[in-house]
């Protein structure tokens, strides 16, 4: 499987990836399906809604400070190293991340867009300000954080529900038009619209690949899919691509 996606990345000029978070999990950030998406209990669908944030911002913004501090106690792995070797042999080269944490940028990505935000800004509910967010040094979870004028910010993410950056998507729609390859890394496949992308490349007659650890529904619909870790099948392909 590995040779086979070696060779269609021989032949590809321009290659779209499309990553989420199995491949920050290799840096110890939790996914959000399954046992370790749960925090405090709750689940990444019932958190990552404007319902929750309206109903108990306090909450919501917990689990945005305990995320926040896991990340930047963290480093880019293998597998977002290897993106960053992938884009330097590619002529023509798009990341799309559903990713909020930076680690890609971190780890020396550039044409990079983030179809979910980033945890590291914050949006004012009053006035729309977009601003980087500054950590409390002193974490007191009761305080909520509050913009200059006083209106409650808000993680500038994207929640179930809310629509997707409308220019982000555009962009990754037209690049898509002419893509030779799509590669979806470590994603589940289930969270909406990322989740059309294997389709959307399909019908543009792009050839597609999967990397993850298990099968998803989009397994059924790539030209190749291979199960195993990020890191490794990443490196794996860049080792082939060398040879
Ligand atoms: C490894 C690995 C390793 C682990 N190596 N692999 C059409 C049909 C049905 C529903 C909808 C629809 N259109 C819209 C919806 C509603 C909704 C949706 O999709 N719901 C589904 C749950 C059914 N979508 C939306 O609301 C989106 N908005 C939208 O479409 O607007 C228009 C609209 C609205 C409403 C109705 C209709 C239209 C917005 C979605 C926003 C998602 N936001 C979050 C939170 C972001 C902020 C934050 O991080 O706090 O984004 S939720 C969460 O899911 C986060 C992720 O980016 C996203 C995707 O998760 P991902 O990356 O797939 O992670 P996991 O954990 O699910 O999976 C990890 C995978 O990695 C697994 O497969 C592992 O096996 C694998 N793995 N370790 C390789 N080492
Ligand atoms: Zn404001």
Redesign the pocket.
């Given at each position: 499987m590995i040779h086979e996606a070696c060779t269609i990345l021989k032949e590809t000029q321009t290659l779209f990836v499309l990553t989420?978070?199995?491949v920050s999990?290799?840096s110890g950030i939790p996914?959000?399906?399954g046992s370790s998406?749960l925090w405090k209990n709750y689940s990444?669908?019932e958190l990552?809604t404007p319902q929750a944030f309206k109903k108990n911002p306090a909450l919501v913004w917990e689990w945005y400070h305990w995320r926040q501090s896991l990340i930047v106690n963290a480093e880019p792995n293998p597998a977002h190293y290897a993106l960053v070797k992938l884009e330097e042999i590619m002529p023509h080269f798009l990341l799309l991340t559903?990713?909020?944490d930076s680690l890609h940028q971190r780890a020396g990505s550039r044409n990079i867009l983030e179809l979910?935000?980033n945890?590291f800004r914050t949006r004012c509910l009053r006035c729309d300000r977009v601003a980087p967010y500054k950590i409390p040094e002193k974490k007191s979870d009761k305080i909520l954080p509050t913009c200059s004028c006083d209106g409650l910010l808000r993680p500038d993410?994207?929640?179930?529900?809310?629509?997707?950056p409308h220019a982000i998507w555009q962009r990754a729609q037209d690049f898509l038009s002419h893509t030779d390859t799509a590669l979806i890394c470590?994603?589940?496949g289930?969270?909406?619209?990322?989740a059309a992308i294997p389709e959307i490349a399909r019908q543009n007659n792009a050839r597609t690949i999967e990397?993850?650890?298990?099968p998803?529904p989009v397994s059924s619909i790539v030209d190749i899919s291979i199960q195993g870790?990020?890191?490794d099948l990443l490196q794996q392909l860049i080792s082939g691509l060398n040879q």
């Amino acid at each position: 499987m590995i040779h086979e996606a070696c060779t269609i990345l021989k032949e590809t000029q321009t290659l779209f990836v499309l990553t989420g978070a199995g491949v920050s999990a290799e840096s110890g950030i939790p996914t959000f399906r399954g046992s370790s998406g749960l925090w405090k209990n709750y689940s990444a669908t019932e958190l990552a809604t404007p319902q929750a944030f309206k109903k108990n911002p306090a909450l919501v913004w917990e689990w945005y400070h305990w995320r926040q501090s896991l990340i930047v106690n963290a480093e880019p792995n293998p597998a977002h190293y290897a993106l960053v070797k992938l884009e330097e042999i590619m002529p023509h080269f798009l990341l799309l991340t559903q990713n909020v944490d930076s680690l890609h940028q971190r780890a020396g990505s550039r044409n990079i867009l983030e179809l979910h935000g980033n945890i590291f800004r914050t949006r004012c509910l009053r006035c729309d300000r977009v601003a980087p967010y500054k950590i409390p040094e002193k974490k007191s979870d009761k305080i909520l954080p509050t913009c200059s004028c006083d209106g409650l910010l808000r993680p500038d993410v994207v929640w179930f529900g809310e629509s997707i950056p409308h220019a982000i998507w555009q962009r990754a729609q037209d690049f898509l038009s002419h893509t030779d390859t799509a590669l979806i890394c470590g994603t589940s496949g289930v969270v909406w619209p990322a989740a059309a992308i294997p389709e959307i490349a399909r019908q543009n007659n792009a050839r597609t690949i999967e990397i993850n650890l298990e099968p998803t529904p989009v397994s059924s619909i790539v030209d190749i899919s291979i199960q195993g870790k990020a890191g490794d099948l990443l490196q794996q392909l860049i080792s082939g691509l060398n040879q």
